[in-house]
């Protein structure tokens, strides 16, 4: 049975079909489709998602009933792509079963991303009454100026009526009350939506839902709770928080509720909360952040910070944050090697001395076991700075010195930090259009990765994850064979190779083939930032102008490939 992804948008209907595709090993369904046409639904709704287009494709290969439901979750869909006109005649195909359910979750998105007036609008060119449903009615009534008939509505709109476990409906409720002055049964309902979500087990609280109701207890005029309200939420979510009162300026309040967990599982959250500050023009903040963080994490903040001066022309004041904030030698040279190569082109006399004073600060760990790093971490960012030259500009004596001292320094390198090293450096090759060599070093590297009297340390899960860098660098410099190998190397081996399969697909799409990109889509690089799927849409319709039957066989395949079950499914080794 294929693999399904479980997403909030699939509605009630999607979601039973999942659960008959689960269970039912009939050839039809209770609903009066068969297993396979299920699947297909469901596979359409999860397309929906990243590319609606492609999802009314494969939606349309479906008949009857099954084509009803495949099609129902397109129209809200194309509309949020920016696709109105189609959306609505996908729309005007739903049979009166399943039109009312497409227009209402349509009404919905359009209310939340326009507005009531443009509900207004589009019922008004459907000819469609206002929904019945109490929380699209009543925004509409206000609209219209009808507060008297939204007011009443809503005092006989009992709570009952909501689903008793949602946080969502009671907190629109609360927004809806508070419209109308009814403020007193405002606060309630976001009392009891907040409640609600206290309840929901720490690993499944919905973040976006934790943001929207602190959002109306501030509009309510309630946010003097929030530091109390932090302490009552699970520690991987008190961020949001400490980023709503940094929004609103109330920086010593957001400071106390960070200290309510001074070691947190993760600093992901932290560089948006540097921006806040540097957005308010409140460098001192900045690093007052910056210092509440380990070093390891610090270093990118510190960066940040110094970027942000470095664009306002404050030089000094960059070096004095430096001065400042460092923690050790080792974060110092990387900030001002890291500053070197990026503004060395624009600012080259203080480029210059930053570059002095990282030689001299390296200079008095020599000796230490940082040294050959720090060393390494130059080099390579000079290569990197070359890389970015046009070929005539490039200092070729430069380049061999540097490659050939990188060689001498891996070898002083544990061997377990090897590989990594050279997955890099190979990348840094091909750019410096030397991919022949850059392919050498990764075949060494993969060869001394298998030689037992080298790697007889490591353990299989470290020479695994070596493996995929190395992987992923055979990507970068398109030799898409090596890193097939290696793939499926690491899939008989039981391995993850994640990173590798959306990496190995979002390349071929780059180098436009499209058929191996196409033969490449499974589950695990289907539904990732960089969209593959929508990536190859977009590609194919451009192709179409210039080759229209090349470009209408890959929609084709493409749609071939997203209606079958490989697609669905992890490999069998992974």
Not at 173 to 199: E, N, P, V
Not at 221 to 245: K, N, S
Request: net charge negative; aromatic share 6%; hydrophobic share 45%.
């Amino acid at each position: 049975m294929e693999v399904f992804i479980i997403l909030l948008l699939i509605t009630g209907v999607i979601s039973l079909l999942v659960v008959y595709a689960h269970k039912s090993s009939s050839t039809s369904l209770g609903l009066g489709i068969t297993e396979g046409e299920a699947a297909q639904i469901n596979r359409a709704a999860h397309l929906s998602t990243v590319e609606p287009q492609v999802a009314l494709q494969l939606a349309q290969r479906l008949t009857g009933k099954a084509r009803q439901l495949g099609l129902f979750q397109i129209p809200s869909a194309l509309y949020k792509q920016g696709n109105q006109e189609q959306a609505l005649e996908v729309l005007a195909e739903l049979d009166e079963t399943y039109q009312p359910m497409a227009l209402n979750q349509l009404l919905e998105t359009l209310l939340d991303k326009e507005g009531p007036q443009a509900v207004l609008s589009l019922l008004e060119r459907l000819q469609q009454p206002l929904p019945s449903a109490p929380l699209l009615r009543i925004p509409l009534l206000v609209a219209m100026g009808e507060h008297e008939q939204a007011r009443a509505l809503l005092v006989t709109f009992g709570v009952e009526q909501l689903s008793p476990d949602s946080p969502s409906e009671h907190r629109q409720l609360a927004a809806l009350q508070r419209s109308l002055g009814l403020a007193d049964k405002a606060a309630i309902s976001i009392g009891l939506a907040w409640q609600l979500l206290l309840k929901q087990p720490a690993d499944e609280l919905d973040a976006y839902e934790v943001e929207e109701t602190l959002l109306e207890y501030r509009a309510q005029g309630q946010d003097a709770q929030f530091p109390a309200m932090a302490a009552q939420l699970p520690e991987a979510v008190q961020i949001i928080v400490v980023v709503l009162l940094m929004q609103s300026g109330e920086f010593d309040a957001a400071f106390e509720v960070l200290a309510l967990n001074p070691e947190p599982d993760d600093y992901l959250r932290y560089p948006p909360l540097l921006k806040l500050t540097l957005d308010a023009n409140r460098p001192e903040l900045a690093r007052q952040l910056i210092a509440q963080v380990p070093e390891t994490y610090a270093s990118e903040l510190l960066l940040s910070l110094l970027n942000w001066h470095v664009a306002r022309n404050e030089m000094a004041e960059a070096e004095a944050a430096l001065q400042a904030c460092a923690v050790s030698t080792g974060q110092r040279i990387w900030c001002l090697i890291c500053l070197w190569g990026t503004y060395v082109e624009e600012h080259a006399q203080w480029c210059a001395r930053l570059l002095e004073q990282a030689l001299a600060a390296l200079e008095t760990l020599r000796g230490d076991e940082q040294w050959p790093w720090l060393r390494l971490l130059i080099l390579e960012t000079q290569l990197r700075v070359q890389a970015e030259l046009p070929r005539l500009r490039r200092d070729s004596w430069l380049i061999r010195n540097n490659l050939e001292e990188m060689a001498r320094l891996n070898a002083q390198l544990e061997y377990a930090d090897r590989p990594m090293k050279q997955a890099l450096q190979a990348k840094l090759l091909h750019d410096l259009e030397q991919t022949r060599q850059a392919g050498e070093l990764l075949d060494q590297a993969v060869q001394a990765l298998d030689d037992d009297r080298q790697n007889g340390t490591l353990e299989p899960g470290e020479k695994n994850l070596y493996l995929e860098q190395l992987a992923l660098s055979y990507v970068y410099i398109d030799d898409q064979a090596k890193a097939v190998a290696l793939q499926t190397r690491l899939e008989q081996q039981a391995a993850f190779t994640h990173q590798l399969s959306q990496a190995m697909v979002l390349n071929h799409i780059r180098q436009q083939r499209f058929e191996e990109a196409i033969a490449g889509l499974e589950l695990r690089n289907l539904f990732i930032d960089e969209n593959p799927v929508q990536q190859l849409h977009q590609a194919l319709e451009t192709l179409s102008h210039s080759a229209p039957e090349k470009a209408h066989g890959l929609r084709q395949k493409l749609i071939n490939s997203l209606a079958a079950e490989s697609a669905w499914g992890y490999p069998n080794a992974a």
